[in-house]
């Protein structure tokens, strides 16, 4: 089996934590110049635009040299680019390093905040922030936490090893727990392992329960409750990392999270920079054994949950203080 050739390093360094985009040209194709492949690939840039970009030598080689619109089309070439970022508003809660040597960083994440760029989130994220903040451009994300949640997630500072820590994910071997505040249900057997099949579709915003092998386990413990309030402190523990696992199990328990916009039902989205009410949900504890030096680690957020420390405040304005 033939390995495959690894791609040649970006030319253009990194704009506010973010990579330029790399675009490699198909083997096969009508198009005789590069513009003529870009213009039909990035066609949803707007009119004019692409063509604009070539005027500015904003398309480079793997030399860093600016790639003429009527150089000939070369397949397998490589191009890059820096794209557009879109306007965000600044989320205005810190990051905060927890634990940071030679090859990892974890930080405890606020509410708001997603950890790598995706869709209109891209500066505003976990990842871009910490390149920037710590002066580390190759640093990466071992895993995702939603952007709604807040707690601990785990960066790689060497590409080379990001793959080691990428599969203590995948293959189950690191101790997740979470909080969370939600309705108390007296009549609710506490603890409890939810097991399921939770199907998530691209382009629809919540997952759903269906049908066959259960592909998600999460135990349910009670940590403690405030009767008079209605509410209750949940222990989360995942034994599988499906998308949105955990708000999926307590809303199916009739215990939806307090703050959650998608479950039990899809609420209508709150403008740009409403950081009120946010999602009551916490990754508390992570731990593994560092797969290259072999330690063992034990992290545990600082975080509380709004809802629970002080509801007023988190009912009426939000929990801006995280």
Do not use: C
């Not at 306007?87 to 708001?112: C, G, I, S």
């Not at 190759?138 to 080379?160: I, K, N, S």
């Amino acid at each position: 089996m033939r390995r495959r050739t690894p791609p040649p390093p970006s030319p253009l360094p990194q704009r506010d934590g973010i990579d330029a985009v790399r675009v490699r040209l198909p083997a096969d194709g009508p198009w005789s110049t590069v513009r003529e492949h870009l213009v039909e690939r990035l066609s949803g840039a707007g009119a004019g635009v692409v063509e604009g970009m070539f005027d500015a030598g904003a398309f480079v080689g793997a030399d860093g040299r600016p790639v003429a619109g009527d150089a000939p089309y070369e397949p397998g070439m490589f191009v890059w680019f820096h794209r557009e970022l879109p306007a965000e508003v600044p989320v205005p809660f810190p990051l905060e390093v927890v634990y940071r040597d030679e090859h990892v960083v974890v930080v405890d994440k606020p509410h708001f905040l997603a950890t790598t760029p995706r869709g209109g989130h891209v500066t505003q994220t976990a990842l871009a922030r910490l390149r920037r903040e710590l002066g580390l451009s190759q640093l990466g994300a071992a895993h995702r936490l939603d952007r709604l949640t807040a707690g601990l997630v785990l960066f790689t500072v060497r590409p080379e090893e990001r793959g080691a820590y990428q599969r203590l994910f995948a293959d189950r071997r690191v101790g997740k727990e979470y909080e969370a505040v939600a309705p108390y249900d007296p009549s609710l057997a506490l603890p409890r392992t939810v097991r399921s099949r939770i199907l998530k579709e691209r382009g629809v915003l919540a997952a759903r329960e269906v049908d066959g092998e259960p592909n998600a386990v999460t135990r349910v413990e009670l940590l403690g409750r405030r009767p008079e309030r209605g509410l209750a402190q949940y222990r989360l523990v995942p034994g599988t990392g499906q998308t949105h696992q955990l708000r999926v199990h307590m809303s199916a328990l009739g215990v939806p999270i307090l703050g959650d916009p998608l479950y039990p039902e899809v609420a209508a989205p709150v403008p740009a920079g409403d950081f009120r009410r946010p999602l009551q949900l916490l990754a508390r504890e992570l731990a593994f054994t560092d797969p290259v030096t072999g330690r063992e680690h034990r992290f545990r957020s600082g975080r509380s949950l709004g809802a629970w420390t002080a509801y007023e405040d988190w009912a009426a304005f939000g929990d801006g203080r995280q």
